[in-house]
């Protein structure tokens, strides 16, 4: 440590922040501990984690042979109640795809440390979700092999051109550039990574597969320095790009003339549910990972403290918006308004009431109890929870989506009660085969923290490091300014 | 492609390896690059690299995209194939940000990637030298190009000196570069000069 003391100012941060790295760490060792999941056989556990994922895949594509064969006649939808269950689950999938980008463009644009400890894995969470969420849309075409149609091309079919001006094709933009641009985000941060296992790969094949997938990623300066700007400015397009993509998906409702949708509050109330659902996903997986790879000193309390933090802000700005839907609908005395939330949703003993009450018992008030942070700081409440804030999610999709549907302005069209068949579970359990899966495969062949990014602040925020640091507590600001040999550097910085 | 001689010298910490490069630099030595695990602020600055302008590739793919959206929907929806829905006006601005705004981030990150896979010739299959396998992980590999006059037991002798805790020779193909980005750049000696 001693030759390092000159310089340690630089690198200096508060004592009153939690590390965000526990333990005596080296640079070695964090790669260490991060690479040995995917060198080591995976356990038990995760073999039958992965075979029950594949099972509900395996379902989930049956369900959707069927949908094909038959066509969407197997679902219970009905001429009134044209969106149900698929709709909620797209919407619901997307919402969780939120998280990640999230985590990765805008807490980088915030300067927040501890994403570097849960980015990797929220970003992988991200583009498994939109992969299902992308699958609702394109099998309740019915007509599969008709999914072309939605492309903007001129076609022989006119000359006839998709609709610009509709939000469903708005959102055929919004979520195809969400997901292409997620996914080379994520990617180009793993490149560092992947070249990491690469040169610590023992096998000839395994040595091969990662040079690969590591498209021959070297290290060098001048790449790091266009990666950072990659980084940075990706972050910059992706950080609009996230709160654009949950406001088009409220587009789909807040665009129609249908009670109950026609709100201008949509967007904001959108997004910030998109963000509650992911940040819920992000722990449910986080807390499971973190137990089963032992990273307990990289995803600490206090990444799962800070997450929770999000959750128990956009969980009450939610509360908000539920609550200042009701008030229009009453202040408005817009009797279909009125009676949509009124009657339909907020009255306990109306046909869907189950799911209103539902709704507001897991998304406003239980999340609560994250005010405390004792209860922020329980893993086990942590992860009730974050089931819990996505059950909620659900029934608000499914809320918004059928209560508007069923009853709406003509009588003679308000629909029987509504309620999937086996085919439209089996189809949403298959999405979740396939993000399980997904994730299953990317837990063991991936590092599931970014390791190059905890390396850069391993010295400032590491465990022991700080506690090297602790006697600057007491240096004056003069000395501070002007210790160490290090005055070249702090010029090359400030250039930066 | 033409075979060179390198000096490897390998630093195990940050703090030690931008005084190194200093002394490299001043004693009029060419770092061919460094090779570290993480992005190491300032190191770019302090081997006197320019600044990328990979932003500014990303704005003009931005603006591409841009312009791709207004012109191509502003083309189809009044010229090619005019829809007339509920009378409203055909040049229907408001209703196309949603679609401008998506292909001008496609367009800008989807260019970007491209470019910086291009420039830095990153892609799957590519064959390059790597110097050290723990580049990757925990040491900050420096490699410095040798020409007919470099004494290297010298430079050897001279980055264990500045710190290195482990020295090497390599001859390794240079690597195909388009253009040298750093042909321009003030030496560091003049720096300091003027500083």
């Known amino acids: 440590m001693a030759k390092y003391q000159d310089q340690m100012h630089l690198k200096y941060e508060s004592q009153l922040r939690e590390p965000l790295v526990y333990g005596t760490k080296t640079y070695h060792d964090v790669t260490e501990d991060i690479v040995r999941p995917i060198e080591a056989k995976p356990s038990k556990l995760w073999y039958v984690g992965f075979y029950i994922a594949v099972a509900l895949l395996m379902f989930g594509v049956y369900a ?16 009134t109640i044209g969106w149900g269950w698929d709709i909620t689950n797209f919407v619901w999938w997307v919402g969780i795809g939120h998280a990640g980008t999230l985590i990765s463009a805008i807490l980088l644009l915030f300067r927040q440390g501890w994403r570097t400890g849960v980015n990797r894995a929220a970003e992988a969470m991200t583009i498994f979700a939109v992969m299902c969420a992308g699958q609702f849309p394109i099998w309740h075409m019915g007509r599969v092999w008709m999914a072309f149609f939605v492309l903007p091309y001129a076609n022989t079919r006119g000359p006839l051109w998709v609709n610009f001006n509709s939000p469903l094709l708005w959102d055929v933009f919004a979520i195809s550039t969400y997901f292409t641009v997620s996914l080379l985000f994520w990617y180009s941060g793993l490149l560092p990574d992947l070249a990491t296992v690469r040169d610590r790969a023992k096998t000839k094949l395994r040595k091969h597969l990662y040079g690969v997938a590591s498209f021959g ?26 709160l654009s993509v949950h406001t088009i998906v409220s587009f789909d409702f807040a665009t ?15 997004v910030a549910g998109a963000i509650f659902s992911g940040f819920a996903m992000v722990q449910t997986l986080m807390v499971i990972i973190r137990k ?5 000193d990289y995803i600490t309390m206090g990444h799962i403290e800070a997450m929770n933090k999000v959750i128990v802000l956009t969980g009450s700005i939610v509360g908000v918006a539920y609550l200042t839907e009701l008030f229009m609908g009453w202040y408005s005395q817009n009797k279909y308004e009125g009676y949509t939330f009124w009657y339909s949703r907020a009255n ?20 609560q109890i994250f005010w405390f942070r004792k209860m922020r700081r329980n893993l086990n409440v942590t992860f ?23 009853r709406d302005y003509l009588p003679s069209s308000w629909s029987v009660y509504y309620s999937p068949t086996v085919w439209e579970i089996g189809f949403y359990l298959g999405t979740f085969g396939l ?16 390791i190059a990014e905890i390396k850069y602040v391993l010295k400032t925020t590491g465990e022991s490091y700080k506690d090297n640091m602790g006697h600057l507590e007491h240096v004056s600001a003069e000395v501070f300014a002007h210790s160490g040999h290090g005055h070249t550097v702090v010029e090359n910085e400030s250039a930066s | 492609m033409a075979k060179k001689k390198f000096v490897v010298g390998c630093f195990d910490d940050e703090a030690v390896l931008f005084p190194a490069v200093k002394k490299v630099r001043t004693a009029g030595y060419k770092i061919h690059d460094i090779y570290t695990p993480f992005a190491v602020h300032g190191l770019d600055h302090a081997m006197g690299l320019r ?55 496609l367009f800008a990150a989807v260019g970007m990637v491209l470019t910086f896979c291009y420039i830095s010739q990153l892609s799957p299959f590519i064959k390059k030298h790597h110097f050290h396998p723990r580049a990757t992980d925990d040491l900050f590999v420096m490699v410095i190009e040798t020409t007919d006059k470099t004494n290297v037991d010298d430079l050897v002798g001279f980055l264990a000196s500045a710190g290195a805790v482990e020295t090497d020779v390599q001859i390794a193909e240079e690597g195909w570069w388009l253009g040298r980005y750093d042909k321009d750049e003030v030496p560091f000696q003049n720096k300091i000069v003027a500083a």
């Open chain 1, 64 to 79: 959707i042979y069927r949908d094909v064969t038959y066509g969407i006649g197997q679902w219970n939808l009905n001429k």
């Open chain 1, 292 to 296: 089963v790879f032992g990273m307990e």
């Open chain 1, 217 to 242: 990623w070297t290290g060098s300066t001048k790449h790091w320095q266009r990666h950072e700007s990659l980084s940075l400015v990706l972050a910059g397009l992706s950080t609009p790009l996230v």
């Open chain 1, 435 to 450: 993000f399980f899966t997904c994730f299953f495969l990317f837990a063991k062949y991936f590092p599931v923290i970014a």
């Open chain 1, 384 to 406: 009730f929870m974050s089931v819990i804030v996505n059950v909620g999610m659900w029934f608000e999709r499914f809320v918004i989506i059928v209560t508007s549907l069923y």
């Open chain 1, 348 to 367: 306990l003993f109306s046909p869907y009431g189950w799911s209103y009450w539902g709704m507001m018992a897991c998304n406003v008030l239980s999340p």
């Open chain 1, 256 to 270: 129609s003339v249908v009670p109950g949708w026609h709100t201008t509050i949509f967007p904001p109330y959108f």
């Open chain 2, 51 to 105: 600044e990328t302008s990979l932003h500014t590739a990303g704005f003009i793919y931005g603006i591409t995209g841009t312009t791709t959206a207004l012109s191509g929907i502003s083309w189809i929806l009044t010229y090619d194939w005019p829809l007339n829905i509920g009378g409203k006006p055909h040049f229907a601005l408001p209703a196309w940000i949603p679609i401008t705004f998506e292909l001008t981030v």
